[in-house]
């Protein structure tokens, strides 16, 4: 009988785990699925991350496009979007940079988008709210919706070309910094294999492309990009 209650008291007297069990809520996972970065978001991760089971993820969301989804969304609304100016070109040069903002801070976003894999209304919105200012500065439908969307594929080019490793998703300036450090890094590994081949006189203009900061290079584009855009008005 003493060895019974020996064997009871001993499991007893065990040390209880102590603390609330993991808990998730749909902000609590779509803020892990941000920690993670698209670039290795599953669904498997940000249970992990969580520290709850895989199938708890699904009550929230019935995939993991359709968590991307909900990140993303959660990821344009962080960032500061320009209002209507008295100058068509300042505006879109605004928007481009709100862009270029968002992309820099959320590496992979560039790669979910232009995948096609996912659209929110976060993004919807904010591609038709510059879309209705265009019709505000006079721009006809057609040439709105041309402006709008070739103005958003142009800074999701500049970032197509990497998924930047050892960023965090985080929206701080050193994880925006890494990434736009990543999208020179990638255009140094593209082009200097082939620099030799190109013609003597745009070497130097595609070293300047290749070696400088990648937003001057993006700024010198969205010039181009926005003459012609005004060309076409006048």
Not at 68 to 85: F, K, L, M, R, T
Not at 96 to 121: F, K, M, N, S, V
Not at 133 to 143: I, T
Request: aromatic residues 8%; hydrophobic residues 45%.
């Amino acid at each position: 009988m003493s060895t019974r209650d020996t064997g009871a008291t001993t499991r007893d007297s065990r040390p209880r785990r102590m603390g609330r069990p993991p808990m998730a809520d749909r902000e609590a996972i779509i803020g892990a699925a941000l920690g993670l970065g698209f670039a290795r978001l599953t669904m498997p991760a940000v249970a992990e991350r969580l520290g709850i089971s895989h199938s708890t993820l699904y009550r929230y969301f019935a995939s993991r496009d359709a968590l991307a989804a909900a990140a993303a969304d959660h990821a344009v609304h962080a960032i500061e979007w320009p209002e209507p100016e008295e100058d068509w070109r300042d505006f879109l040069t605004a928007t481009a940079w709100a862009h270029w903002r968002l992309y820099a801070a959320r590496p992979g976003l560039a790669q979910e988008i232009t995948a096609l894999r996912l659209t929110g209304p976060a993004l919807v919105g904010r591609d038709n709210r510059t879309g209705v200012a265009l019709l505000g500065y006079g721009f006809s439908p057609e040439d709105s919706v041309l402006v709008m969307d070739m103005l958003a594929e142009l800074v999701t080019q500049a970032f197509l070309a990497v998924l930047p490793q050892g960023t965090d998703g985080s929206e701080s300036d050193d994880g925006a910094a890494a990434a736009i450090e990543a999208v020179r890094r990638r255009r140094r590994e593209l082009i200097d294999p082939w620099m030799h081949t190109f013609d003597s006189r745009l070497r130097g203009v595609l070293g300047v492309a290749v070696e400088g900061s990648p937003a001057a290079w993006f700024e010198r584009k969205l010039d181009l990009f926005l003459d012609g855009v005004a060309a076409r008005r006048g």
